[in-house]
């Protein structure tokens, strides 16, 4: 090697196998995947893509915000679950708006309030900030509004085909119905009426909102029965050697039907254990570090992947799996599931719960090795 340039950079090569890649190469992608370019010695076979970034997705700029979408066209293995990753300047709003899909939404940085009317005319109307989240039933509609800072935040979606470009919004509802009609359904006048809306507004700015108790509409429905806000990050962590789990599924945000989650925050060193989901695939989001997730898809198939902040990765149903942080600040993600329940089977509570002789015949090891292993589950181990 004489370019003192390729000196540093991650290499196809393993011992004495492979060899150095001197020619085109995106510099950049590869530092940001070492185990595509190097794979533990342990992958194997054709396991399908399980990564995208949100980086590498489209993002569409409208007045006052901008948005782009992972979804199973970005990934077509992500039929579960899709995402949106949206910013909305001080004020701006997300119009009126409701979708076939539920939706569920962690708060990035910054703070917003949110507003939805359900079937009953029931109100909500309430603000979320960073680690906070909300969550709307399919159908019901709703609103956003950044407030002071502006907000960032990742939405999730209950089916892999939904697109944040195909929602039910109330401006093309309204441009797209005769104005005779608009005018007998609500009582308004054609003058009144000079100014709606041509075509969807979608993303628009607007004025940061008054105090919520003053920007508050009593109905006389009454409020929604279950809050559709959860403080995810003001939840206890379940603390382990290796980093600590927030989970929060329908038992502790009831009215999170459909979606359920967890944050997880590994240490440098530490490992998400090696681990499945028995009901659901996962979709993850990165919020921050850098890691690698190690997939085992039965017949001997395996493939690792890396991720850091704004990647999106996902798990089929059923595969084998752990992330492990190779760097030196915590490696912090979401998880989340199609299910009202969040449930994993964690390896090594399966093999410290089954007779200690059945392990060690199987793993070729003496029986006291199978006889330590914690009976209780560790999701986070150093
Ligand atoms: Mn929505
Ligand atoms: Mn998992």
């Known amino acids: 090697m004489t370019d003192p340039t390729l000196q540093d950079l991650p290499q196809p090569r393993r011992g004495h196998d492979g060899g150095i890649d001197t020619g085109p190469r995106n510099v950049e992608l590869d530092r940001q995947n070492p185990d595509l370019i190097t794979p533990p010695e342990t992958d194997h076979g054709t396991v399908p893509n399980l990564k995208f970034s949100f980086s590498m997705a489209h993002t569409r700029i409208e007045e006052g915000g901008w948005t782009r979408e992972v979804t199973q066209r970005e990934l077509p293995i992500a039929t579960t679950l899709a995402g949106v990753d949206m910013k909305l300047n001080p004020g701006t709003y997300r119009e009126l708006h409701w979708h076939k899909q539920a939706e569920w939404a962690y708060v990035l940085e910054g703070s917003c309030r949110i507003g939805a009317v359900d079937q009953e ?26 407030l002071d800072k502006g907000v960032e935040f990742l939405l999730v979606f209950d089916d892999g085909d939904f697109s944040e470009n195909s929602t039910f919004m109330v401006s093309d509802f309204f441009a797209h119905t005769p104005k005779s009609v608009l005018g007998k359904n609500f009582g308004w006048t054609p003058e009144q009426m000079q100014r709606l809306p041509e075509k969807e507004k979608y993303i628009f700015g607007g004025q940061v909102p008054p105090a919520l108790e003053s920007d508050r509409v009593v109905s006389p429905s009454g409020d929604v029965p279950r809050t559709f806000k959860h403080r995810m990050r003001a939840q206890p962590a379940m603390q382990f050697p290796g980093g600590s789990v927030r989970i929060t599924d329908s038992s502790v945000f009831a009215a999170a039907t459909t979606i359920s989650a967890a944050l997880v925050e590994i240490e440098p060193g530490g490992l998400r254990e090696l681990h499945w989901h028995p009901t659901d695939d996962e979709w993850q989001y990165y919020i921050s570090g850098f890691g690698r997730m190690g997939v085992f898809a039965a017949s001997g198939l395996a493939r690792t992947f890396n991720f850091q902040a704004g990647d999106v990765g996902y798990v089929p149903f059923a595969y084998g799996h752990y992330v492990e942080n190779l760097g030196n600040e915590p490696l912090v993600f979401l998880e989340m599931f199609r299910n009202p329940r969040f449930e994993d089977i964690s390896a090594t509570q399966w093999l410290a719960n089954t007779p200690p002789q059945v392990g060690a015949d199987t793993l070729n090891v003496p029986r006291s090795m199978i006889e330590a292993l914690p009976k209780d589950k ?5």
């Open 121 to 146: 005319g029931r109100n909500f109307l309430d603000e979320v900030s960073e680690g906070d989240l909300w969550f709307f039933p399919k159908g019901i509609p709703h609103y956003i509004q950044a």
């Open 378 to 382: 560790h999701p986070i181990v150093r």
